[in-house]
């Protein structure tokens, strides 16, 4: 009869000896290894096959958020793959320490003198079979233990044990490492996009105050006085004035001047103030000014959208050059007359309406001085204007006529001529509308004319809602055109909708649209301020001779290269120059309220596909070589592990063998158990 369990004897009943022993199952292709593992194994091989489509599901998701999300995604992604992988790895690989283990054991009890290994002993090999440090205490146990050494053990098992010790801990250094390999394939690239939807309102210079105003009035007179041809500037300085760039709107190109760094920052100013000393606010900005807390500032990484003054032109060469200008006059004057069709095109490429003034009959003694006459063949009726040259030897010359200086506050208008006259000499490939009948000797003695063309220009100052790109480690750069408005207002629609974060902006000295009301003086000063500029570029000490600003306006290139004027080059060098030594001005020490759309930092997120083959493929391996290669115990006995079964097993059929009989109490705590027990031998008993 069998003791009850809770018998003192239970562990000391004999194996039961007729219990039927089913023969012992073999290796299908390897002799001296164990069955394999067969359900683990293929449950091993379907997770790496999945391991990729796992993977590839966190980078997808992690795609397009901001970068600790995606690094969140992706360290999870990754982090529970390598738990999975890494734990499958070592279930596999446990029974590969296991036998070691009992191994170890096996060849320790074959010694005659005190043979066995202590319980103690036996317990921190066994503690933790998915760890290392029981591996290397059993690797450090075999190199001690006289039984395990090979020499010793030749005649009856010739297996290295310490290599296959040494694979378990490979595959738990495999294991640990798996998170970190894996997310070492998955590369995180940041890269930075504008976004429209949320906003803060920031004040920055964008306008003209009171003060730039009287300034500016106190020029007038320099500005007025065609002695001077006064400029805002030396030459020397105008490489510090903002570049000019342009965009198209609808069947228009509109030109703007660029944002100066110094209109975002505390402290800073365009060159609408009108002082001598502002030359150059985008290079020169007191760092002090930067650091200070700013009523006005923006801070960088972010596109700004504000209101700024833009150009449109439209030019038309005068028609039948012959009947409509007189090249030279009795009291040297040269008169150019706009037919009134000629200047009804421009007025309807804008959507404007011709001004009444032009739909009458031209005064033609408003032009002509004293007794000079009319060219010959002109249509007096259908003349809407005319304009009247000195000969003074400057090869082109304008002539703007102010229709609108601002007082309805959408902007300014302008009509402009511009007259070529140049000495036929230097363009030999070049073609005029006329030449003068007055012929010049050249220093060779031969007879050269004096060539002439002219165009009439419409343009256009008006306010644009743009948007700036303020970023951290460059100047500032415009992106678009916005609207064309003088105020901000929301750019919703079904895909995105505006939204304000923060407060808005309540100081009432902060504008919130951009108008050109009072701002004539202003608009005089900086428009003939570009005039005079483009008018200095001109011969030295001969009259009508070719320059860079002149044969800018034709197809040509060079000193000899003028070709014939073009409305469409000369519109676009108008409207440059205008855009470079005019629109600064607009921008003096008045703050204006601007829209602040932070950047957007996100990630794209991609598998190396080659890095993350070869990982799993060696994983793979790796779990194949442990489920199929489990070295059979010595001497052909059964496979035991550090299961309950196994111990089980080991105690009942009394297959593990204490040294010396002994017995232990009931109830006894923990503690007292390792203290009686732990330093107790047990030896395999193999028959």
Not at 89 to 112: D, Y
Not at 422 to 428: E, R, T
Request: with cysteine.
């Amino acid at each position: 009869m069998t003791p009850s369990p809770s018998s003192s004897k239970f562990l000391d009943t004999p194996p039961l000896s007729h219990r039927f022993h089913r023969p012992m199952e073999r290796h299908p292709f390897a002799e001296g290894y164990e069955v394999p593992q067969w359900r683990q194994l293929i449950l091993h091989i379907g997770l790496c096959a999945l391991a990729y489509p796992i993977l590839l599901v966190f980078v997808i998701a992690s795609t397009g958020k901001s970068l600790f999300w995606a690094r969140f995604s992706v360290g999870a992604g990754c982090g529970l793959l390598g738990f999975m992988l890494g734990l499958s790895l070592l279930n596999l690989a446990r029974g590969i320490l296991e036998a070691a283990t009992w191994a170890t054991v096996i060849h320790q009890s074959r010694i005659p003198n005190v043979p066995g290994v202590r319980l103690k002993d036996l317990a921190t090999h066994s503690n933790n079979p998915l760890g290392s440090l029981g591996a290397l205490w059993l690797l450090w146990d075999r190199h001690s233990y006289q039984g395990a050494d090979r020499e010793y053990r030749k005649f009856y098992d010739k297996r290295p044990w310490s290599l296959w010790i040494l694979f378990f801990l490979l595959n738990v250094l495999l294991s640990g490492a798996l998170s970190f390999l894996l997310g070492r394939v998955v590369d995180i690239s940041v890269h930075v996009i504008h976004q429209s939807q949320e906003y803060q309102e920031v004040a920055v210079v964008a306008d003209v105050s009171d003060r730039d105003i009287n300034r500016a009035k106190g020029l007038l007179s320099a500005f007025e006085n065609f002695t001077f041809t006064w400029t805002l500037a030396p030459f020397s300085t105008r490489g510090s004035l903002p570049a000019a760039v342009s965009f198209a709107w609808d069947n228009d190109t509109v030109y703007f001047s660029e944002v100066s760094l110094s209109q975002l920052v505390p402290g800073g100013s365009g060159f609408g103030t009108f002082q001598s000393d502002t030359t150059s606010p985008s290079l020169d900005i007191d760092p002090q000014l930067i650091e200070k807390d700013p009523s006005v500032g923006v801070d960088p990484g972010a596109v700004l959208r504000f209101p700024r003054w833009g150009i449109r032109i439209e030019c038309v060469k005068i028609p039948d050059i012959p009947h409509n200008l007189v090249p030279l006059s009795e009291h040297n004057f040269t008169y150019l007359f706009t037919p009134r069709d000629t200047l009804r095109p421009l007025f309807q490429h804008f959507n404007l309406l011709l001004p009444q003034d032009y739909e009458q009959s031209f005064n033609f003694s408003s032009t002509l001085y004293l007794n000079d006459t009319l060219p010959s063949g002109i249509n007096t009726s259908s003349i809407a204007m005319g304009a009247r040259f000195s000969d003074n030897g400057v090869a082109h010359s304008m002539k703007s006529t102010p229709l609108s200086l601002g007082a309805n506050g959408d902007g300014f208008i302008t009509l402009e001529h511009i007259l070529v006259r140049l000495n036929d000499s230097f363009a030999p490939q070049g073609k005029f509308g006329v030449k003068g009948n007055l012929s010049i000797p050249d220093e060779d003695g031969f007879l050269t004319f004096i060539g002439y063309d002219a165009a009439v220009c419409l343009e256009l100052y008006e306010p644009w809602i743009l948007e700036v790109y303020n970023g951290s480690v460059s100047l500032p750069s415009s992106l678009r055109i916005v609207d064309k408005s003088a105020t901000i207002t929301d750019m919703n629609n079904q895909f995105t909708t505006e939204q304000l974060k923060g407060s808005k902006i309540s100081d009432p000295l902060v504008k919130r649209n951009l108008t050109s009301t009072n701002l004539s003086p202003v608009y005089i000063v900086g428009h003939e301020n570009s005039v005079n500029q483009i008018l200095k570029d001109n011969g030295r000490d001969s009259n009508y001779v070719p320059s860079p600003t002149l044969i800018s306006f034709t197809s040509g290139d060079g000193p000899y290269g003028y070709t014939e004027l073009s409305e469409v080059y000369y519109a676009k060098a108008r409207a440059l120059a205008d855009a470079t030594n005019f629109l600064p001005y607009f921008v003096g020490s008045s703050l204006s309220v601007a829209r602040r759309y932070p950047d957007q930092v996100v990630t794209n997120t991609k598998i190396a596909n080659v890095q993350i083959a070869v990982i799993i493929f060696f994983v793979c391996l790796m779990g194949a070589i442990s489920a199929l290669f489990v070295p059979r115990l010595p001497l052909d006995l059964p496979q035991r592990g550090f299961d309950l079964y196994s111990w089980f097993s080991a105690f009942y059929a009394k297959e593990l063998v204490a040294e010396k009989p002994g017995s232990l109490d009931r109830h006894m705590e923990l503690k007292e158990v390792v203290e009686y027990a732990g330093d107790m031998k047990f030896y395999y008993a193999t028959n």
